[in-house]
T-cell receptor, first 111, second 112 residues
Framework: RKEVEQDPGPFNVPEGATVAFNCTYSNSASQSFFWYRQDCRKEPKLLMSVYSSGNEDGRFTAQLNRASQYISLLIRDSKLSDSATYLCVVTPSGGYNKLIFGAGTRLAVHP | EAGVVQSPRYKIIEKKQPVAFWCNPISGHNTLYWYRQNLGQGPELLIRYENEEAVDDSQLPKDRFSAERLKGVDSTLKIQPAELGDSAVYLC??????????FGDGTRLSIL
């Protein structure tokens, strides 16, 4: 079983739609959680950290459920520019130094 | 601020040939990482340096892969000999201590 599992998608949604991605992790000792975004043939970039209390950044909302070892990302009012692969990332200890990536969920937003 | 610089951007070689990748981290970043990303997968850590010391190389296939960061700044990753299964994108990242990692554009390696 992979340490971080995601639905690979693709998710094909129209502009303006709300879309949610899920992620599960197997190591209950995981400490930090993130969502990264990766455009086609580009490097991964940090989208947002995920906190136990849940956090929001504009149209993006991230949630963490430690009991279920489950992370989610919600995108509201999807834009064409949101089309990318979204990578769920955990670290086994505090800090950013050992990132464990999921395989990513691909999102395609169409007009 | 200049980002992480990697070269070459693309490399095509025949199997059993050697290949090397180069990375220049963000100025002042003491921690450097090499990742491999296979098609349809997320990046996987190969090796992590703190200054010139390799502190985590548990995922580096040591029979054919080697890396160095002699002066604690730029780094090279080498594969010798390359195998078909080594086709992937090799990403370099850097950070200041345990801060956020910044990735380079990667080197896309194709083995014929």
């Amino acid at each position: 079983r992979k340490e971080v599992e995601q639905d690979p998608g693709p998710f094909n949604v129209p502009e303006g739609a709300t879309v949610a991605f899920n992620c599960t992790y197997s190591n209950s000792a995981s400490q930090s959680f993130f969502w990264y975004r990766q455009d086609c043939r580009k490097e991964p970039k940090l989208l947002m950290s995920v906190y136990s209390s849940g956090n929001e950044d504009g149209r993006f909302t991230a949630q963490l459920n430690r009991a279920s070892q489950y992370i989610s990302l919600l995108i509201r009012d999807s834009k064409l520019s949101d089309s990318a692969t979204y990578l769920c990332v955990v670290t086994p200890s505090g800090g950013y130094n050992k990132l464990i990536f999921g395989a990513g969920t691909r999102l395609a937003v169409h007009p | 601020e200049a980002g992480v610089v990697q070269s070459p951007r693309y490399k095509i070689i025949e199997k059993k040939q050697p290949v090397a990748f180069w990375c220049n981290p963000i100025s002042g970043h003491n921690t450097l990482y090499w990742y491999r990303q296979n098609l349809g997968q997320g990046p996987e850590l190969l090796i992590r340096y703190e200054n010139e010391e390799a502190v985590d190389d548990s995922q580096l296939p040591k029979d054919r892969f080697s890396a160095e960061r002699l002066k604690g700044v730029d780094s090279t990753l080498k594969i010798q000999p390359a195998e078909l299964g080594d086709s992937a994108v090799y990403l370099c990242a850097s950070s200041l201590d345990m801060g956020p990692q910044h990735f380079g554009d990667g080197t896309r390696l194709s083995i014929l």
